[in-house]
């Protein structure tokens, strides 16, 4: 106890020996003042605005100047006694430069309309080395050394503008940027988590992948894999083809690529994103509040987009990690004619990576490929698998003239599977394979009438189709199955200036959507083809409103559709506020209703080899009905100082469901009914940043529970009842370098086990497993911890390499992901009840090398 006394004594002794250190040391320098106080009081005295940033003067104090100055001999006794350079630009502005830092281009960015500044426009150099945003003046500055020939300038709502370096030869030119007519998009200045993540104030999340920071795990941007470190947004499986956000199912989320609907959204199915990063610019995540514009979905919307200015400078790129191999240019063509172009393709057929076989190992549980659910079957057969995938893209961009903008693109995206399997007692081998692509294309021409008007049209394609071929290698039996789907569909979108403080967006969408599932089997015979197709009308508007002090934003709008093979009419009103508050606080609420009438079911877990067992269906407005969604949230938003503070609730509704939709693995697993769930909770946000360090924390705290009338329980939790989900992570940059490290724990999914003591029961002659309370256990909790690190080395002035390593499950904890029962019968013949478990991804450690030129 006395040894405990004195060592608190001692700390009280030091820290009080550091206060009266810092009094004495503040009055021996009580002749100066801090630099930032004489610029704040020179902001009032003259009525300007000085731009500068606080860590660059932080600690700098100065002999305070004579009150009797004007603004220039203020101007010239700064520059005389700091470090500083005070350049006026105008009347009103005044930047503040290093007088040792290298030679800058300097250039400010105002709005063509109004004649504001425009802060927090993204500046991109030609050569994709450096970008930079600009400060509340719209100013910016790049360095000389930069080795540049022009910048691309872009922010939210006005049209990007190419500037050439030989219009940087005056001090500081202006730029104007052209308004691209509605604001339908506001920002808030600060990037969430790691730089290129923005919270926007209509309350969506938005993914710049230009000069992009770094996320734990990741060693490229995988646009798709860095939504989940959102709240709300997780996978239970470890995939980015089961992406769940706020407890939907990932057949709810509309994916979109340039404004063209998606039905795939992995390679290795599922394990990586099947977008190339290198030409997805941006992205926006809503989890409410969607825009109108926005329409077959009931959770969310993940809208991706490719870069869309022409480009008048060669960029290229390639690489390779170890699954795969990519490339991707940006040609200009002409002044007013570009063209990008990219691809991947896996390593798979050079050689397997150590990365490859463990995501073969993970993606090919219980399928198949691995037969586990009789491990004690006496017959010996070897398997042989090869596996590969590939995606290529197009872009064709042709600025006609200053209002005329036509754009032409296109995507496929494949992967191929064979699966060998031999019997060794004898010579008899049989092949099953597996197929899946997608292929999308796009024709748009978006016409600028005025400053006040512009309208696009687009005209569409999507298609998607798997198809699989399962030969059993102990009997004759061969299943043949394929699920198509082909979209095709108009949209007109017009964008009206109505005033300073109104804008209007509005359009129609047609669409024609096709769906076709076949079954074929030669033992016993049987044959099934089902053909659908559904036409739908939907007219669109959103109107937004922000106040003369910019401290209330509101958009509000409404969706009209009309689906007329069930001659249904379904109106969904969408709304998001913002209401700043003062302080840094702001106030937001989001509403929406949303319906979508094509989901995926799953009919059998072996179906498709086991591997994608789901396949897309069209609601028939009975067994599949239209699914209908409602959502409401509210929450406050806290900004200042570098913290960023976010707590939201929300409710979510969705009804319509179907238990083959689901994909129940108990008593419920064969039974055919419509119902609903309903999710609440809330999701918390907690990042600070300090120079170049990044915290952040978030926690999602979530109750989904079905209701199914017809099944008992009717009540019960959900499959995606994630109660509890948490992530904290750090991120820090060091000139070229950056490393990232983070934490992700869940609470394990709802799971049925057997009846302790009576697992087999006899129902109509036959045994079956007797499964307890639906969903009333978990699977245990989920822990993972990944690491990443990147270094940009700048080979010479025109090639940069950029090299990232990363480790997935850094502890290797084994996470079990799905537990399912089958009957199978042990090595005396006696019928037993199998556990097949489906285990998380171990220790990955993964690489790659990208040369930017």
């Not at 067992?613 to 509210?634: E, F, G, H, M």
């Not at 309370?773 to 002035?797: K, M, Q």
Request: glycine fraction near 6%; charge should be negative.
């Amino acid at each position: 106890m006395q040894k405990k006394a004195t060592s608190t004594y001692r700390y009280v002794f030091i820290g009080l020996f550091y206060v009266f250190w810092g009094q004495l040391c503040t009055a021996q320098d009580h002749d100066k003042i801090a630099l930032q106080t004489v610029i704040e009081n020179m902001e009032t005295k003259y009525s300007i605005s000085v731009s500068y940033t606080p860590d660059a003067i932080a600690g700098i104090t100065i002999t305070p100047p004579s009150p009797s100055f004007s603004l220039d001999d203020l101007l010239i006794y700064l520059n005389e006694n700091t470090p500083l350079v005070f350049t006026s630009i105008d009347a009103r502005y005044v930047t503040v430069t290093f007088k040792d830092s290298e030679k800058v281009y300097c250039g400010r960015i105002l709005d063509a309309s109004s004649g504001f500044p425009l802060e927090g426009a993204t500046v991109q150099t030609n050569n994709n080395k450096y970008a930079t945003i600009t400060n509340a003046e719209g100013v910016f500055y790049i360095s000389e050394n930069a080795n540049i020939t022009s910048v691309l300038i872009s922010y939210v709502g006005f049209e990007s503008y190419e500037i050439p370096l030989q219009r940087f030869e005056t001090n500081c030119p202006t730029f104007l940027l052209i308004p691209s007519v509605t604001r339908l998009e506001y920002i808030t200045l600060n990037a969430l988590f790691t730089k290129g993540i923005v919270k926007e104030l209509n309350g969506s999340i938005s993914l710049n992948t230009d000069n992009f920071g770094l996320l734990p795990g990741q060693v490229e941007n995988d646009v798709l894999q860095i939504a989940q470190a959102l709240p709300g947004v997780e996978s239970v499986d470890e995939t980015i083809s089961n992406i769940n956000i706020r407890g939907g199912t990932h057949d709810e989320n509309l994916i979109l690529w340039d404004d063209i609907k998606m039905y795939q959204s992995g390679h290795f199915f599922g394990l990586i994103s099947a977008f190339n990063p290198d030409l997805t610019e941006r992205v926006s995540i809503y989890k409410n509040g969607t825009p109108a514009k926005y329409g077959e979905s009931a959770s969310g919307v993940i809208a991706m987009y490719s870069k869309n200015t022409v480009s008048n400078t060669f960029t290229a790129g390639g690489g390779f990690n170890l699954i795969n191999a990519n490339v991707f240019a940006d040609v200009p063509v002409s002044e007013n004619f570009s063209m990008q172009v990219s691809g991947r393709h896996s390593l798979s057929f050079l050689v397997e990576t150590p990365v490859y076989n463990t995501f073969s190992e993970r993606i090919f549980q219980d399928t198949e490929i691995t037969n586990r659910e009789n491990p004690n079957n006496p017959t010996t057969i070897s398997t042989e698998v090869d596996f590969n995938f590939y995606d290529a893209s197009a872009k064709l961009l042709w600025d006609v003239s200053d209002k005329d903008k036509f754009r032409l693109n296109f995507l496929i995206i494949e992967n191929h599977l064979h699966f060998d399997e031999s019997v060794e007692a004898s010579m008899q081998s049989k092949r099953s394979q597996l197929g899946q692509t997608s292929t999308v294309g796009g024709i748009s021409w978006k016409r600028i009438w005025d400053s006040n008007f512009e309208t696009t049209v687009q005209g569409y394609g999507s298609s998607y189709l798997i198809d699989s071929i399962n030969k059993d290698i102990l009997t004759s039996q061969e299943q043949q199955q394929e699920n198509e789907v082909l979209e095709t569909g108009i949209k007109l979108e017009t964008k009206i200036t109505l005033s300073d403080r109104y804008s209007l967006e509005s359009g129609y969408h047609f669409s024609e959507t096709g769906i076709s599932n076949t079954q074929d089997v030669n033992l016993p015979r049987f044959r099934s083809v089902v053909k659908n197709v559904l036409q739908s009308h939907v007219l669109f508007g959103t109107l937004n409103y922000t106040s003369p002090n910019d401290q209330t934003i509101i958009n509000g709008g409404v969706r009209m559709n009309y689906l007329d093979k069930f001659s249904k009419f379904i109106v969904e009103p969408r709304l998001s506020f913002h209401q700043k508050m003062g302080g840094g606080f702001a106030f937001e609420a989001l509403g929406e209703f949303k319906n979508q009438s094509v989901t995926q079911r799953i009919d059998f877990t072996n179906d498709f080899l086991g591997i994608e067992n789901r396949r897309w269906v069209l609601a028939d407005d009975q067994a599949v009905p239209v699914i209908q969604s409602k959502q409401a949230s509210a929450g406050v938003v806290y900004k200042r100082n570098n913290w960023f503070v976010n707590l939201e609730g929300f409710y979510k509704f969705v009804d319509g469901i179907t238990s083959s939709n689901q994909g129940f693995q108990n008593q419920f697993q064969s039974v055919q009914t419509t119902g609903s769930y309903t999710a609440k909770g809330a999701e918390f946000t907690l990042n600070k940043k300090i120079r170049s360090f990044s915290a952040w924390f978030t926690y999602l705290y979530m109750k989904n529970d079905y209701t199914f009338d017809s099944l008992s329980p009717s009540t019960f939790p959900n499959n995606l009842d994630i109660r509890h989900s948490l992530t904290t992570a750090g991120s820090y940059s060091f000139k070229n370098f950056k490393i990232a490290l983070g934490y992700n724990y869940r609470t394990g999914k709802p799971n049925t086990f057997p009846l302790a003591g009576e697992e087999i029961i006899i129902e109509d002659g036959a045994e079956v497993i007797q499964f307890d309370t639906p969903n009333n256990e978990r699977t245990a909790n989920y822990f993972r911890t990944d690491l990443s690190v990147e270094y940009l080395w700048e080979i010479s002035s025109k090639v940069t390499a950029k090299i990232n390593a990363a480790v997935l499950n850094v502890f290797n904890t084994k996470n079990t992901l799905n537990i399912r029962y089958t009957l199978d019968t042990d090595s005396s013949g006696n019928s037993r009840v199998n556990q097949v478990k489906e285990v998380s991804l171990g220790v990955t450690p993964n690489f790659s090398l990208q040369l930017l030129f």
